[in-house]
């Protein structure tokens, strides 16, 4: 056994050895000396692998550029979209002169409300529902102005009966007194006597006369109960169709605001829908331009391919400061009555529609202007109040022609001069379109 001790040939770390053993046990340790040269990088090598990454990098840097160049090229090349329609020829007929936008309005509109406060006891409508005028819309407890109103007819019962009582006694009475009257005239009896009969006959023809004065009140107390009772059913006031239920049974209903949030001051809403008409607000710089009966065509916005005649019916005396505009109420000379009146069909005109209207030349003043040679879209022309025009399609190439604009249609715009029917026009495209530009007809 070795005593415990190693000797070292050398001594690190000035070396790299290996561990030996010896066949005395003892451990010497071997230089390792590796070939350090061969893991050297030279120059040549350096040189290789650098020119090796630049191809690389120019290749990479070549196959960018020419996506970039492909890209750019394919993007100048594309053609821009546009939206196209045909110009026609111009309608005949009278010509707008104004255009403006409003509301359906009905002339006949009221919030139902009880006359009474009370608990309601039954609603027989709903939302939609066609109504007469006196049909019964709902009804409210009745039962205190009931008992009001048999206190009432018993009181008339009693003084009728009291009446009839008085008669009999009076009857009576004039007997009595007609005796007393010959008994004093034969010295039989005194005068005393007689004034007693006669004064007990007076004062029954007088309580006769208060107990029918008091049938009389008794009577007019049964008239106000009996109004009372009926102020507990709330009828349609006129015939028209419920656009709103307010009311709902057990809710306390008022004439007037009471009991904070819990009481309601309404039934129903009702609309006449014959009464609908069109409320506009127009510019007061252009109201010289309507007048009283003045021919109108209106276009719902939910219907835009029905045009509906109209006339001014008023224009109302007053302007608002607020927005310089004056307030025009227009009727429908040819109201939709197929579907007010159908039941299989449900109206098309409904209170708070908008509606875009075309004042028509006629009783208003204007210009004379050129005849018209072609129709388009107002959305076609572009250009600023100085210089309109519009961009045609031909051959798949813009040209920009300068337009003069006559009368305005509705949505559309009569052309003067610059454009023929049947012309392709652009209206719809971006805002940099040009001259001779290359274009794609969107489909």
């Not at 001594?11 to 040269?37: G, I, N, Q, R, W």
């Not at 003045?294 to 019916?313: E, G, H, S, T």
């Not at 509606?355 to 572009?382: C, D, H, M, W, Y």
């Not at 509705?410 to 530009?437: E, F, H, M, T």
């Amino acid at each position: 056994m070795h005593s415990g001790r190693w000797d070292l040939d050398c001594h690190p770390p000035e070396c790299l050895s290996v561990f030996a053993f010896s066949p005395h046990d003892k451990m010497t340790l071997t230089p390792f000396k590796p070939e350090l040269d061969s893991l050297r990088i030279t120059a040549e090598k350096r040189k290789t692998r650098r020119s090796g990454k630049r191809w690389i990098w120019t290749v990479a840097a070549a196959l960018v550029i020419g996506s970039m160049a492909i890209a750019a090229a394919a993007y100048l090349n594309r053609k821009t979209e546009v939206e196209i329609t045909t110009a026609h020829k111009p309608a005949t007929g009278p010509t707008g002169v104004l255009n403006a936008s409003g509301y359906i309005t009905p002339r006949q509109r009221a919030t139902i409300a009880a006359k009474i406060t009370g608990r309601v006891t039954g609603v027989f409508f709903d939302e939609g529902t066609r109504v007469r005028q006196g049909q019964l819309l709902a009804t409210l407890d009745d039962s205190d102005v009931r008992r009001a109103l048999d206190a009432a007819r018993a009181d008339r019962d009693s003084s009728r009966a009291a009446i009839a009582d008085y008669e009999v006694q009076l009857r009576n009475a004039d007997i009595e007194l007609h005796r007393a009257e010959v008994l004093q005239m034969s010295g039989v009896q005194p005068q005393q006597m007689l004034d007693a009969a006669r004064m007990t006959a007076d004062s029954l023809r007088a309580k006769i006369a208060l107990s029918k004065q008091q049938v009389v009140a008794a009577e007019a107390r049964i008239h106000e109960q009996e109004q009372a009772v009926d102020n507990c059913k709330i009828n349609a006031p006129f015939a028209g169709i419920a656009v709103s239920k307010d009311a709902q049974i057990g809710e306390m209903v008022s004439p007037v605001s009471a009991g904070g949030g819990f009481t309601r001051t309404g039934i129903a809403t009702l609309v006449d829908l014959h009464s609908n008409e069109i409320e506009v607000d127009v510019s007061e710089s252009y109201i010289a331009k309507v007048s009283s009966n003045q021919a109108v065509n209106a276009v719902l916005d939910a219907y835009p391919d029905w045009v509906i005649p109209a006339k001014v019916r008023t224009v109302i005396p007053t302007a608002d400061r607020q927005k310089a505009t004056v307030k025009v109420r227009i009727s429908f000379t040819q109201p939709d009555y197929v579907h007010l009146f159908d039941p299989a069909n449900d109206p098309r005109i409904l209170p708070d529609m908008g509606v875009k209207v075309t004042f028509l030349e006629g009783n208003s003043r204007s210009e004379e202007k050129a005849p018209a040679v072609a129709t388009i879209p107002q959305a076609a022309v572009r250009g600023d109040n100085q210089s309109k025009y519009v961009f045609v399609v031909k051959d798949d190439r813009l040209e920009r022609r300068g337009v003069t604009l006559g009368a305005i249609r509705g949505s559309d715009v009569d052309i003067v001069a610059g454009v023929q029917p049947d012309a392709a026009v652009v209206i719809k495209g971006p805002d940099s379109l040009r001259d001779g530009q290359s274009v794609q007809i969107k489909k």
